[in-house]
């Protein structure tokens, strides 16, 4: 009786151990601090939103808290969260899988060229090479391939019209109300969001291990472009884990992150996004602004924000509170 006792003690020790690896692997993969608990729900004050544009932000798994002057609002490269989720959902992909080939075609490099005439950002391409799914995506979301984009809207539902149809479909049923895509890699200006609805599509494209993966990811090798470095400059600094930026004169700088810090003496999920951040570098006033709010949510201190915060240009609003 006494060896039977000890083998079930043994077993049960066995299991809770088998669980709580299994639970903390599966939260790294999503970018989430491990053993977060749902019921604490930690608010902010109103000295966490940055001065200018829009934010929102979920602090470890509590409800989504939305800063003032929430309106759809062009979110440039954010565009490529939702349109990458789409892929991965009728495409899956495991960590580190390569997934299917596409092949590039003449008119896909005519996309290309012409996107480059007019200063889009893009990833190199000729025809006839080869991308797996894995690799499209590194080029979409690490450098911000626009043509990348139009390349994965066409391969996925046949023409970019059908896959725009997706993403609005998708969009109206997270219920991202004040969200309009007009083309899936956010270059068009109509292309628009609220800071909280992006927020939806942010939680659910991380919780893919391989959505979580890219967007962790520093650099990717490309067959042609070679060496491609992610965009996200916060990456791997102060806990920050992903996930995408987005920049151009009608959005200003967005930004859409996820970090791991202590709040509250708690290694905490701190996930968010700032969009209309003013600034001579755009990409770099999105990322100090998401700096900054994980900085005062986690009582660090804001002086050393790095990307240095860039002062607004003139004629740039302040942000209005909303009651």
Known sequence: MGVLVVIVAIAAA?????????????????GRAPSEHRSRDVSVGGAVWPDYGQSAVQIGQSRIQAGPNQHAAPIASLAKVMTAYLVLHGHPLGVGEDGPT??????????????????????????????TELQALQALLL???????AVLARWDSGSAARFVAHMNTTARSLGMARTRYTDPSGYDDATVSAASDQMRIVDRAMSLPAFASIVATPSATLPLAGTVHNTNALLGRKGFVGIKTGSDRAAGGCFAFRAIRLVHGRRTTVTGVVLGQPGHDLIDAGLAAADAMVARISGAR??????QTLPAPAGSPPRQHQP
């Not at 066995?14 to 999503?30: C, N, P």
């Not at 092949?103 to 012409?114: E, H, P």
Request: charged share 20%; hydrophobic share 35%.
């Open 102 to 131: 596409i092949t590039l075609t003449d008119a896909d490099v005519a996309d290309t060229d012409r996107r480059r005439r007019q200063l889009e950002s893009v990833v190199p391409i000729v025809a006839g090479e080869q991308l």
């Open 302 to 307: 804001v002086g050393s924000v790095s990307p």
């Open 143 to 149: 450098p911000s391939g626009n043509n990348i984009a």
């Open 14 to 30: 066995l299991g809770h151990h088998l669980l709580l690896s299994s639970s903390s692997t599966a939260a790294s993969r999503s």
